[in-house]
């Protein structure tokens, strides 16, 4: 079973950046595709940013400018370099991973972490 960790959370001030990661554990066999999405009080569940294995990137068009998705393959992980934060920008963020392992689909999220940006 492919887990997720996350880290990088935390409380910033309006202006200012974090850096999230999210390092995957388990086997697995391949990675569609890994992203980050959001969930503020409230609110739905949304996408920030997802990056495919072939490379291509989505954003968000609120994060646009702002957030950069990243990734290393050994070990498989992934980045969201969050500049410019707003205070619209607080929420509990997740990873997710989609992908195959032992022939076997899996979506996986992460256990999801705080984002708090203060005016």
């Known amino acids: 079973q492919v887990q997720l960790v996350e880290s990088g959370g935390g409380l910033v001030q309006a202006g200012e950046s974090l850096r999230l990661s999210c390092a995957a554990s388990g086997g697995f066999s391949t990675i569609n595709h890994m992203g980050w999405y959001r969930q503020a009080p409230g609110k739905q569940r949304e996408l920030v940013a997802k990056i495919t294995s072939g490379g291509s990137i989505n954003y968000a068009d609120s994060t646009k400018g702002r957030f950069t998705i990243s990734r290393d393959n050994a070990p498989m992980t992934v980045y969201l370099q969050m500049n410019n934060l707003k205070p619209e920008d607080t929420a509990v963020y997740y990873c997710?991973?989609?992908?195959?392992?032992?022939?076997?689909?899996?979506?996986?999220w992460g256990q999801g972490t705080q984002v708090t940006v203060s005016t």
């Open positions: 997710n991973f989609v992908g195959t392992t032992l022939g076997r689909a899996f979506d996986s």
